[in-house]
């Protein structure tokens, strides 16, 4: 079996902004007005391949605000990281990961490429709903996004902020379930999507599939405007492939007229 990339699948929870407003209602708060600003509470983490789930959180903080120790291990994670998996990451995750890693004088992490379940969802289908709590709900069978118990909505985060341990223990099975549940929704959705080749990160000379199968079956042909391509399918996840390989001949492709 090919080696295949770094994948690891993550997920954070970060704290509220408090501030002071004069209305539930239409708010614009000014600078003047924030309390405390946001900053990282938790975050959970797994590598595909591994069964260890990796977390970490603010509970025993001496300034929950500080969170510059919470966040190196997860700043060396990403550093290895070839491919990142996140739900809504791309306009959340990593923005806000890379905020804090900036405002505690942290470098760039080395580059990685981005997976987003909540992009492939709104790019190839058209779920009543692309959260979280809805695709793992009709499409995962083993984790299914969790629903808030003992706190609901935003009495967990609150509580976790005064400090309370049984909060803090909820946030700790909320955000690892996560990352479970994320990665079983990837491994439904990846087989409709081939955008990111995995083949690039490994010397063999056959094609690996991104489920990390190498038996592909030869499924007819792919046609374009210009050319005739060899399609294949994987055998264990049902992902499709074309060769590079235009089968159309030489005389073919030049005899070929181009409408106006």
């Given at each position: 079996?090919?080696?295949?990339?770094?994948?690891?699948?993550?997920d954070i929870?970060?704290?509220?902004?408090?501030g002071?407003?004069?209305?539930?209602?239409?708010?614009?708060?000014a600078?003047?007005?924030?309390?405390?600003?946001?900053?990282?509470?938790?975050?959970?983490?797994?590598?595909?391949?591994?069964?260890?789930?990796?977390?970490?959180?603010?509970?025993?903080?001496?300034?929950?605000?500080?969170?510059?120790?919470?966040?190196?291990?997860?700043?060396?994670?990403?550093?290895?990281?070839?491919?990142?998996?996140?739900?809504?990451?791309?306009?959340?995750?990593?923005?806000?990961?890379?905020?804090?890693?900036?405002?505690?004088?942290?470098?760039?992490?080395?580059?990685?490429?981005?997976?987003?379940?909540?992009?492939?969802?709104?790019?190839?289908?058209?779920?009543?709903?692309?959260?979280?709590?809805?695709?793992?709900?009709?499409?995962?069978?083993?984790?299914?996004?969790?629903?808030?118990?003992?706190?609901?909505?935003?009495?967990?985060?609150?509580?976790?902020?005064?400090?309370?341990?049984?909060?803090?223990?909820?946030?700790?099975?909320?955000?690892?379930?996560?990352?479970?549940?994320?990665?079983?929704?990837?491994?439904?959705?990846?087989?409709?999507?081939?955008?990111?080749?995995?083949?690039?990160?490994?010397?063999?000379?056959?094609?690996?599939?991104?489920?990390?199968?190498?038996?592909?079956?030869?499924?007819?042909?792919?046609?374009?405007?210009?050319g005739?391509?060899?399609?294949?399918?994987?055998?264990?996840?049902?992902?499709?492939?074309?060769?590079?390989?235009n089968?159309?001949?030489?005389?073919?492709?030049?005899?070929?007229?181009?409408?106006?």
């Open positions: 079996m090919a080696k295949g990339p770094k994948v690891l699948f993550l929870e970060t704290a509220p902004i408090l002071y407003v004069w209305s539930l209602w239409e708010q614009n708060v600078l003047n007005q924030i309390k405390q600003d946001w900053f990282i509470l938790s975050w959970s983490a797994k590598w595909l391949g591994s069964k260890d789930l990796l977390y970490a959180d603010q509970r025993k903080a001496k300034n929950i605000e500080n969170d510059r120790s919470l966040i190196k291990p997860l700043w060396r994670l990403l550093n290895q990281a070839d491919i990142i998996v996140t739900q809504n990451g791309k306009k959340f995750d990593a923005k806000k990961l890379n905020a804090r890693f900036i405002l505690n004088g942290m470098k760039p992490t080395s580059h990685y490429r981005h997976i987003d379940t909540l992009v492939l969802a709104k790019k190839h289908f058209a779920f009543t709903s692309n959260k979280l709590e809805y695709m793992t709900d009709k499409l995962c069978v083993k984790y299914k996004k969790l629903k808030h118990h003992k706190f609901q909505g935003f009495e967990l985060w609150k509580e976790c902020l005064a400090g309370n341990l049984a909060a803090w223990r909820e946030m700790e099975k909320y955000n690892k379930h996560d990352v479970l549940a994320l990665e079983e929704l990837y491994e439904k959705l990846s087989p409709w999507d081939t955008s990111l080749s995995f083949n690039v990160y490994h010397n063999r000379e056959d094609t690996v599939c991104q489920c990390g199968h190498p038996a592909m079956q030869r499924r007819g042909y792919r046609y374009t405007s210009n005739k391509y060899q399609s294949y399918q994987c055998k264990r996840c049902g992902a499709f492939y074309q060769s590079k390989e089968l159309l001949t030489g005389i073919k492709r030049k005899t070929m007229l181009k409408g106006g």
